[in-house]
């Protein structure tokens, strides 16, 4: 039996590393991958490897209420990080390159591994008998209008006693790359200039982030704690100088800030061979708070949102290996979250009334599951699961409601390896979203006139969805991933009118059944035998969606989701000069919004940045960027009603076309230990 047979026939993490990727069975859908098949690149933590990893690409799990539905797909020592807030990749670039004894590349399920919904994840093993390790990083940004920006972070990690802690520290400053300079333009239906201006916008963030662990042996098992905090301040200004036909100025401002804390313990225990308990507990709080105002010569309004969020989760899962070829999962998950939130709005100094503008909502949820991973043959393996899904929700305040909602979620999936480099991989599956608990509160973007009213009285969108994968590994290092998914969507939420007493407000809803299909592309090129060291990454995603539009019945797209996504990274790594170069490209994108009264789409133009990064000693890394190189731009075009789009005729066109130009960043970052 080879060594990665051997991993599959025990449990992901449980074997020793294989010397390069091409020690695998590729056939029972686990590749490992040792220091040594990176060594060229000259990692400097975790991520930088898992990056790298063929045919991969980094899914840090959806932000959604409850543990179960919000995993990505990394896992550590073969189990989910204990934490919600600390994303995969925060906790993969504060773990140093020289603590990864190997990664194993899990594809299509392995008996033993809870994939989480995902097709492919990444177990990152990390080496035994860890030692003090730490790190200081600073970094500076310089913006084209000549704004300087400045972040630093601390991290360390090591043995403590029977176990061993970590913690991190960081302060950055950042810019909003959707604030710039343009013109802004009001046009008649026919196209003729009703008015003219010209924007002068700029946001800037500043925010502190810290986070620990300490993980040690107890009661027979291993614990677990973690803690983070997240203290972030955004500001915004925008001046539009009226030049036609009159000459004036108007002004909008708006403030953002939010306090995070997480606590949260994960513990592990084995309590025989073949079975495995896992109890994890955490609670997360929230306060934010908005500030927006808007001036004109003729009109003002002001509008303030204060929100206070907590979640509280306790969850419990055991685990059973019945076969080499057999195991199953059992669990069950408790959540109470709560939202209190205030809201005022006024218009030329009078309060305007907003539907649910102050409310306070709680949601009592659980959920069992019961999971199975089967491999009949050498070339099968066969997941299935069932969660049964239940919440109350209430709501008090300017709305009164209680409802219940039950929900059963089966899943199946397959995967079949006709051969080392061939996987193909089918699933079918109930998915049943979550309601946002910012769709039940009024918000407001004073700078371009809109006002959303908020919504309690949503139910969760589902869908039955169909997922088909063909992936294809190629010379080594190359790997070739299609696939293709359709939603068949029950009680889509999208946009629609609602009406208070102030009139009809646009608010998300419930707008009835809906499709949508996706078409994705993942390739890892290996450019060897053209440019030694040089490797191109790409993945792009085709969507297409049909709902009925509530405001006059016809079928359009869905609100929000845009038809094309893609990027491009290439890389060239030259260890003779110990370093590194490259292109990232971030395709441009498309995104619609289809309110009662207006039609607004965004458009984001390509974002192409340079880099290179040099490595002189292997404790020091010198990184250089030149971010925007193609100087992008975002335009915010707004298709204005008199009245509902059914019955009304098209008022006026606002176009806003907002440029901003480069901005040269320099990192460096020295490791200890």
């Known amino acids: 039996m080879s060594l990665l047979a051997a991993l599959a026939a025990a449990s992901p993490g449980a074997a020793a590393a294989a010397n390069s990727a091409s020690t695998a069975t590729e056939t029972q859908g686990v590749i490992s991958y040792a220091p040594a098949y990176f060594a060229e690149q000259r990692p400097v933590t975790a991520y930088d490897m898992v990056s790298r990893l063929p045919g991969f690409s980094l899914d840090n799990g959806d932000s959604v209420r409850g543990f179960e539905g919000a995993a990505g797909n990394v896992l550590i020592d073969g189990g989910r990080p204990a934490s919600k807030s600390d994303t995969v990749e925060e906790i993969l670039r504060r773990m140093p390159a020289n603590q990864v004894d190997h990664i194993e590349l899990i594809r299509g399920g392995a008996p033993g591994v809870d994939m989480q919904g995902k097709s492919m994840l990444a177990n990152v093993i990390r080496a035994k008998g860890r030692t ?61 200039v009703l008015e003219r201006s010209d924007i002068d916008s700029h946001g800037a963030v500043h925010q502190w982030v810290g986070s620990g662990a300490y993980e040690g042996a107890v009661l027979g098992g291993k614990l677990r704690i973690t803690g983070r905090f997240f203290d972030d301040h955004y500001r915004g200004n925008e001046l539009n100088w009226g030049r036609f036909p009159t000459t004036d100025l108007e002004s909008s401002s708006d403030r953002q800030d939010r306090f995070q804390t997480e606590v949260g313990g994960n513990y592990k225990r084995e309590l025989g061979p073949r079975t495995n308990l896992e109890v994890l507990g955490l609670r997360q709080t929230e306060d934010y708070s908005y500030g927006g105002g808007f001036r004109s010569p003729l009109f003002t309004a002001d509008f303030i949102l204060g929100k206070d969020i907590s ?329 204005i009603y008199a009245g509902p789009r059914n019955t009304s005729p098209l008022a006026f066109i606002d176009d806003r076309d907002i440029q901003i130009g480069r901005m040269f960043y320099v990192r460096v970052r020295k490791s200890f230990g």
């Open 311 to 639: 979640e509280t989760i306790g969850r419990g899962v055991l685990k059973f290996r019945q076969s080499e070829t057999l195991s199953w999962e059992a669990g069950a998950e408790a959540a109470l979250n709560r939202l209190e939130s205030q809201t005022a709005y006024a218009e030329n100094g009078v309060a305007i009334a907003l539907p649910a503008a102050n409310v306070t909502v709680e949601e009592k949820r659980g959920e069992v599951f019961l999971k199975t991973v089967w491999r009949p043959a050498k070339a099968w393996t066969l997941e299935s699961s069932v969660r049964e899904e239940g919440s109350t929700i209430s709501s008090d305040g300017d709305v009164f409601l209680e409802k219940t909602l039950y929900y059963t979620k089966p899943r199946i999936a397959a995967t079949w390896a006709p051969s080392a480099n061939t996987q193909v991989r089918v699933r079918f599956e109930r998915v049943v979203g979550q309601l946002n608990f910012d769709d039940f509160v009024a918000t407001s973007s004073l700078g371009t006139g809109v006002i959303t009213a908020g919504n309690p009285d949503l139910v969760p969108e589902q869908a039955w969805v169909t997922e088909a994968a063909l992936e294809k590994r190629f010379w080594k290092k190359g790997a070739a991933v299609l696939t293709l998914r359709h939603f068949a969507l029950t009680d889509a939420i999208d946009r629609a009118p609602v009406y208070g007493p102030s009139g009809a407000f646009d608010a998300p809803s419930n707008i009835g059944d809906g499709t949508k299909d996706e078409l994705q592309l993942s390739v890892t090129l290996p450019l060897d035998r053209l440019i030694p060291g040089a490797e191109l990454r790409g993945e792009s995603t085709w969507r297409r969606s049909e709902v009925t539009d509530p405001t006059t019945g016809t079928k359009r797209e869905i609100s929000g989701l845009r038809p094309l996504e893609w990027e491009t990274h290439f890389t060239q790594d030259m260890p003779q000069w110990r370093g590194n170069w490259g292109l990232d490209v971030y395709g441009a994108w498309r995104q619609t919004y289809y309110r009662f009264d207006e039609i607004s789409t965004d458009k984001l133009k390509t974002w192409v940045t340079l880099f290179g990064e040099w490595k002189p000693r292997p404790d020091l890394l010198v990184r250089v960027e030149i971010q925007n190189l193609t100087e992008r731009g975002f335009r915010h075009t707004r298709q």
């Open 132 to 192: 003090l390790q730490g790190l200081v990083q600073v970094g500076q940004n310089l913006a084209w209008d000549g704004r300087y920006k400045f972040g630093v972070r601390v991290e360390g990690s090591g043995p403590a006693g029977p176990g061993a802690w970590e913690g991190s520290l960081r302060y950055g400053e950042g810019i909003d790359d959707g604030a710039g300079e343009g013109p802004h333009l009001r046009l008649s239906p026919s196209g003729a």
